[in-house]
């Protein structure tokens, strides 16, 4: 099928820097466009060419209504846009309007940056799964302020597990506040991009953005707040039961972490994985996973992921493999230290059994 569209003043800010907007439009909708002198020609399948031409007139409705695609916002809601079946531009242009906070307006950029947003707002607790820069933790501060400007909630909770100091703050020097803001600073990060400095100070003085270390939450009720808890891959499963039951009235929790960046010592489990596993059939949670197509730091970024995924991939086998091929090698009563290990719990449970 074969639609022609004819081109309208200033619309070749669609196209993009070097048309790479066009390109993403024809590899996601498997279409081809070509740009004629007074026409822009679309060429696929009849629905794939309705859902360009949709683009276009989406885009026209939206300039003479006055509204501007800020710093690369176009092309992320295109990306959402080619990847989701049931996305529009307008639905996304009117989405991030909703979401506007001052000095920012959060527009998702990648299909499950979307889920995770729709996610916060229909449920009280979401987790965020996924690797690092994803816009996990940007994304829930950015909801959260949302909600407090909008009053919807009275403060914000922000927590983070001090692994590193093995939660044993007081070596560190200072105030509470002092000892914890290194394990903070990427929620600091993502509320001045979002606030103005002054602002963000204020709350904090007044404590409606309230630092609240996972040690000292056990006993409390989170009543009318949005509360935040990152890494949580480095909570124990003590911790992680803890944080999810101080849910209170009107309240929304948001659970962000990386499983592939565990710093916990290897007796204990992740606190995170066990959730996941524990909590995926209760009703009123939703978990959202993310991967390296989501990844929105440089573009570098996205395929080191990628390339750690793959060794990883490769190294397990190959790991198996030597262990087995060593103790197939091995004499006759000697066996790798590993299955020695094993040989010996076994032994040992038998024992005081």
């Keep these: ?53 949709q683009v276009f007139v989406d885009y026209e409705s939206l300039r003479r209504s006055g509204y501007t695609f800020n710093n690369g916002d176009l092309n992320s809601m295109l990306r959402v846009l080619t990847s989701d079946p049931s996305a529009t531009l307008r ?21 499950n940056q979307r889920r995770y947003l729709e996610a ?6 979401v987790f965020g799964v996924g690797p690092a820069g994803t816009g996990k933790t940007y994304l829930a501060v950015a909801m959260a302020i949302s909600a407090l400007l909008a009053k919807r909630v009275n403060r914000i909770i922000l927590a983070r597990p001090a692994v590193e100091a093995g939660e044993r703050l007081g070596f560190l020097p200072g105030t509470l506040q002092d000892k914890i803001d290194p394990y903070l600073r990427p929620l600091y990060d993502a509320m001045y991009d979002m606030l103005d400095p002054e602002k963000v100070d204020r709350y904090l003085e007044k404590n ?58 290897n007796a204990r489990r992740s606190g995170l994985l066990e959730a996941i596993d524990v909590l995926k059939c209760v009703d009123g949670l939703a ?7 989501d990844v ?22 190959q790991m198996l493999l030597l262990t087995e091929t060593r103790n197939a090698e ?16 076994v032994a040992s449970t038998e024992s005081k059994g």
Excluded: C, W
Aim: net charge neutral; proline share 4%.
């Design 1 to 53: 099928m074969k639609k022609s569209i004819g081109i309208s003043p200033n619309i070749e800010t669609l196209f993009g820097t070097r048309d790479e907007n066009v390109r993403l439009l024809e590899d996601g909708l498997n279409i081809t466009i070509n740009l004629r002198s007074n026409a822009v020609e679309l060429e696929g399948a009849a629905r794939d060419v309705a859902r360009a031409e």
């Design 91 to 111: 639905g996304l242009a009117d989405a991030g309007r909703q979401r506007s906070l001052g000095r920012r307006t959060v527009q998702p950029k990648s299909g």
């Design 120 to 125: 916060i707002e229909k449920h009280d607790m």
């Design 208 to 265: 409606v953005i309230e630092i609240a270390p996972i040690a000292f939450m056990r006993g409390r009720t989170l009543n009318d707040s949005f509360v935040i808890l990152d890494e949580a891959q480095n909570t124990t499963s003590e911790q992680m039961k803890m944080f999810v039951t101080r849910l209170g009235f009107n309240s929304k929790a948001v659970i962000t972490g990386d499983v592939t960046q565990i710093d916990l010592p």
């Design 287 to 293: 978990f959202v996973h993310f991967d390296e197509t």
């Design 296 to 317: 929105v730091r440089h573009h570098l970024v996205q395929r080191i992921v990628r390339a750690y995924d793959e060794h990883k991939t490769r190294a397990e086998p």
């Design 330 to 345: 091995a004499p006759a009563g000697e066996k790798t230290p590993s299955a020695a290990g094993n040989s010996d719990r």
